[in-house]
């Protein structure tokens, strides 16, 4: 059984603080280019912002936080640039998984995690035994991870695992496979650094997720940014198919 409702099977609980925010980390390559830097140090400063947004979290109460690190699509880009993000990635977990364990924070890294070379993997791996107990916030990273990636491979999981049913799958067969599957879907969406698109981060579960985009490049978002999409959230109608009178008037509902 699924541990939370699906948006389109229940009505899901909703309230002030989102429950899961899901974030597309974009414009460290601009941020770093308008200070005439190389791209990298708009990746390195990047992640600053990161641990300003996983200290927000932890102060608000958000339950989930998963952050889109590096796309299937981006092994596209120069090899120099995949190579130094790699290694940032590993300093990133040399450096970070200790204080995260001390703030009861549970790291998880999703996507296809084959492509990686192995020390990076055993890093990864190791950092989500040590935090495995952990429960105040999950942050998971999404690396070399695709929503179309993740939904092939849950339709692969499913199949294979009840080969003799042919037809007549249903979403509740399909979710426990999918990669967020330990997480309720995401009620906010955010993207930095102006672009207003998916990139094929969370296809599946993004089905009824509040989308708030910003110009802000995501090294300069922070504390006060952070604050900005909350209050949006809070101003928003979750409807999930129903009339507004049916949220207003009970009677209605
Ligand atoms: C996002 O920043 C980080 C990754 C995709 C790894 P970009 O590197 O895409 O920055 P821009 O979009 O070129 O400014
Ligand atoms: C999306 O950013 C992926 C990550 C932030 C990891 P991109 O910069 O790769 O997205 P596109 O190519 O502009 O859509
Ligand atoms: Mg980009």
Redesign the pocket.
Known sequence: MALFASSTRAVPDSGAVPRHVAII???????A?KRFMP?FS??AK?VEAVREVVRECLERGVGYLTL????SE?WR?PQE?VSL?MQLFVKALEQEVEKLDRNGVRLRVVGDLSRFEPRLRDLIRAGERQTAHNDRLHLTIAANYGGRWDIMQAVNAMVSRHPEKSGGWSDSDLEPHLAMHFAPEPDLFIRT?G?QRISNFLLWQLAYTELYFTDA??PEFGKEAFAGAIASFGRRERRFGRTGDQLTDPADA
């Open positions: 980390m974009d414009g460290n390559g601009r941020w280019k791209r708009g990746h990047g889109f690190a590096f796309s981006n880009r640039e993000l650094g672009e490049l995501w």
